[in-house]
């Protein structure tokens, strides 16, 4: 799928994906807030992982319709759409890594860097599909 020479408007970036992208790394650093609340030794320590887990399911499910957004009106732009799907992927297996913290401690090792990948790809994607 190669960067076609399309009209500048064609090759700006497209409102929904931008929305949907941006919603998604609001949803990383949330994700970062919820997890220091229970981190912190907070009374309600079982509300903030729940909280967590479904802060999860609500970034993993805006990554995906973020992918879907670049496949229906930005599939000309082979770093977006290749990005996107990038997020997505990331985000679902930063969902199964915090789920199986439990019985393996050392998922954490892993779990939060990606967390902080996570954010820089969800801030660096808008960037590139704004790029002419
Ligand atoms: C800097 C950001 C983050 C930190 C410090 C963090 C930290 C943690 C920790 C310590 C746990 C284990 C909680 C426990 O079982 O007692 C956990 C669980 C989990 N994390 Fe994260 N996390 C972060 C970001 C994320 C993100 C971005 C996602 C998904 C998109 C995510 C998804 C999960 C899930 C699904 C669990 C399992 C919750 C459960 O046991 O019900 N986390 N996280």
Do not use: C, N
């Amino acid at each position: 799928m190669a960067e076609t020479t399309a009209t500048p408007t064609a090759r700006r970036a497209h409102p929904a994906h931008s929305a949907l992208v941006g919603l998604a790394s609001l949803g990383v650093l949330l994700q970062g807030v919820w997890a220091g609340l229970f981190m912190g030794g907070s009374d309600d320590y079982g509300t903030w992982v729940e909280v967590h887990q479904h802060g999860a399911e609500a970034t993993v499910a805006l990554a995906a319709l973020a992918t879907i957004a670049a496949l229906v009106w930005l599939r000309h732009r082979t770093a977006v759409v290749v990005g996107t799907a990038l997020l997505f992927v990331l985000a679902l297996a930063e969902m199964l890594l915090g789920m199986a913290i439990d019985d393996a401690s050392w998922a954490v090792v892993v779990h939060v860097p990606l967390a902080m990948l996570l954010l820089a790809l969800a801030v660096w994607l808008p960037t590139q599909a704004r790029r002419g």
